[in-house]
């Protein structure tokens, strides 16, 4: 299982929000974590300040978010989690929510993103992009929606590949948490054609042959066979653009999590999730488990010394 002790569940009341508590509960109860509870306060609209009031959180509201989507596979007594609920007035919510992570060593954060339709469902909600973007641990992305993405009933988790070390490391977290789940894990590698501007004076490149494909094919096979190592795994291989085949994948294949990396660093490029990351954690409609290339790895530490 990953190493998880502190869980943090940023919430503004939202449907979002309300959506990502099971799931925070749920990862509290199996990995026997704290779960941190923070509401920020920015403004003073009347519905935000009368829910404010209601603050900190009670066993009964807890209970109802708790149960509001699938009920869960098996009891999860509220009272036994360790639970810490915490006030805080700030002008910008995700530097709120960043620094107490930071301060209180959090190891995930999972979060509610503002599900929409048509060009507003591009935005994910600044809040949860900003804390994507600058928290140092996970972050799980749980969309808003009528129909929330279940807690409990995670069977099929997707694993978009694309060699890279940051890539490895989130396979590696995947392989964990269908351990968790005992769920089926499905790597994914989009074979992109390589396109030119007709300024170079160049003809297209040939679409990507049979022979690329096989390779890639058994790369992945490998790495599922040296990071996974079990019989319940998948991998695929789609010559397209990487966000497109990844998104469709989903739809298509009942995919009930993704995990991926991001490949920002630090400094100025701390500040960027990459492309197709970026595209992913906007438009899935399922929870996204995102892995940072920077800060805290989850990973137990046997496995982590193992593969440094």
């Not at 003073?44 to 509001?68: C, I, K, W, Y």
């Not at 804390?131 to 009933?153: D, H, I, M, Q, Y």
């Not at 190592?229 to 995919?255: C, F, M, Q, R, W």
Request: aromatic letters at 6%; hydrophobic letters at 40%; one cysteine or more.
């Amino acid at each position: 299982m990953l190493s998880i002790q502190r869980i943090l569940w940023p919430t503004d009341f939202s449907q979002g929000a309300e959506h990502a508590f099971p799931h925070a509960a749920a990862l509290a109860h199996w990995h026997d974590a704290e779960l941190h509870i923070l509401n920020v306060r920015e403004g003073e609209t009347e519905v935000r300040q009368d829910m404010a009031e209601q603050f900190p959180l009670s066993s009964g509201t807890l209970g109802n978010l708790l149960h509001s989507g699938d009920p869960p596979s098996q009891p999860i007594d509220l009272e036994a989690l360790s639970l810490q609920q915490e006030q805080v007035d700030a002008p910008s919510p995700a530097e709120a929510i960043v620094s107490y992570a930071d301060e209180h060593n959090v190891d995930l954060v999972v979060t509610g993103t503002h599900g929409r339709r048509g060009l507003q469902r591009m935005l994910i909600g600044s809040v949860a992009e900003e804390v994507l973007r600058t928290a140092s641990c996970p972050v799980l992305t749980v969309r808003a929606g009528e129909e929330p993405a279940s807690a409990w009933n995670v069977r099929n988790i997707l694993a978009p590949v694309d060699f890279s070390d940051e890539s490895t490391t989130a396979v590696r977290h995947a392989k964990e948490l269908a351990l968790t789940y005992g769920a089926q894990i499905t790597l994914l590698h989009a074979v992109e054609e390589v396109m030119y501007p007709s300024a170079y004076g160049m003809e297209m490149a040939d679409v990507p042959g049979p022979e690329v494909v096989e390779r890639v094919e058994r790369s992945l096979a490998n790495m599922a066979r040296e990071e996974i190592g079990y019989e319940h795994v998948v991998a695929e291989t789609t010559i397209g653009y990487a966000p497109s085949v990844i998104l469709d994948y989903e739809k298509e294949n009942d995919v009930d999590l993704i995990v991926i990396a991001t490949h920002g660093r630090s400094g100025l490029e701390r500040l960027l999730l990459g492309s197709v990351t970026e595209r992913i954690v906007r438009r899935s409609s399922v929870p996204v488990f995102i892995v940072k290339s920077f800060g805290k790895s989850l990973l137990p530490a046997a496995s982590s010394e193992a593969n440094a």
